[in-house]
């Protein structure tokens, strides 16, 4: 029988063949950067009230790769290279972006089916409000129709949504729209999915600050008593994902070696994946070659074992 480590090697071959085959504006090879760091301490949730949703897929469905017990909680994505697609098969960017709708459904309906308990996924960043505007009037769009028309699924496969960013840029239409989904998915339990939409970590850490000066302020908290936990309570991430605030692993694709400004304080401890595959591209075979690359990991949180 083949090796568990043997068949991260071969597909990871397949992937790169795969990859040659394809037009392409990467780097070549896929990069990973393994962390090894200390974990975050965050006092223990409440008990989550029970919620509705369907049962989880049996562990007979996991592909053979994969270890049920060693899977992360959490997978955040940096959904990148959706314009470069379209650009390479001489396409408009809406087209791309379309098709990075498809890889998105995908991933998350292959999160929920193999266990994975929580999916943040970068759609918008703040610093993507400078593109043309016909493009960005697309993707409000978009993304309004594409939580619209989720909910009923989300209701009947159990997943909860959540959207986090600066709200006050998106049109009231999104708003509404997001706001109505998670109200209706809230009490839903399976997976917790979370768009990030006019999101920016590093405003993210403001946001979180200003919210705890206010406190200090009116005397509700003293300054001294501030740690890491009451900060990470402030962050939008806090109530998203309440259970697994912090990424285990994070998948950045298009080959670009960066975090861009996602999720800077959640993501200090998570490991790192990154793939030459454009979003568009991203489906079965590279999700299971970056959960291989994390199982295959030693994390020790900065403890020398010995």
């Not at 392409?24 to 301490?41: E, F, G, I, K």
């Not at 470069?84 to 991933?107: D, V």
């Not at 692993?249 to 070696?257: D, H, K, Q, V």
């Amino acid at each position: 029988m083949q090796s568990f480590s043997s068949f991260c090697r071969s597909l990871g071959a397949m992937r790169q063949a795969a990859n040659t085959m394809l037009p392409s504006h990467s780097p070549a090879a896929t990069h990973q950067l393994p962390t090894s760091a200390r974990r975050s301490t965050r006092p223990a949730p409440p008990p989550p009230c029970p919620r509705a949703g369907a049962a989880p897929a049996p562990e007979s469905l996991l592909p053979g790769c994969l270890r049920a017990e060693s899977l992360p909680r959490h997978v955040a994505v940096v959904m990148d290279g959706n314009a470069r697609w379209a650009r390479a098969r001489g396409l408009p960017s809406a087209a791309g972006h379309e098709a990075g709708r498809r890889a998105l459904e995908e991933t998350v309906r292959l999160s929920r089916a193999w266990g994975i308990r929580a999916l943040t996924a970068f759609a918008f960043s703040n610093e993507n409000w400078s593109r043309p505007k016909v493009e960005v009037d697309f993707l409000m769009r978009l993304f309004e129709r594409v939580i619209h028309d989720s909910v009923a699924e989300f209701l009947r496969e159990g997943i909860r949504l959540r959207v986090i960013g600066d709200s006050s840029r998106l049109p009231v239409s999104l708003q509404k729209i997001a706001r109505e989904a998670e109200e209706t998915t809230r009490n839903n339990s399976q997976l917790d999915l979370t768009l990030a939409i006019s999101y920016s970590g590093r405003r993210d850490i403001v946001q979180a600050c200003r919210k705890l000066a206010q406190k200090v302020q009116s005397k509700a908290l003293a300054a001294e008593d501030i740690d890491e936990a009451l900060f990470a309570d402030e962050l939008e991430t806090s109530c998203a994902t309440n259970e697994f605030p912090y990424p285990d692993l994070l998948i950045r694709t298009s080959g670009e070696l960066r975090l861009s400004n996602f999720l800077l304080w959640q993501s200090a401890y998570s490991e790192l994946f990154f793939t030459n595959t454009l979003w568009p591209d991203f489906g079965e075979a590279d999700y299971l070659e970056a959960l291989c690359s994390f199982q295959s990991r030693d994390r020790r949180f900065g403890v020398r074992k010995l």
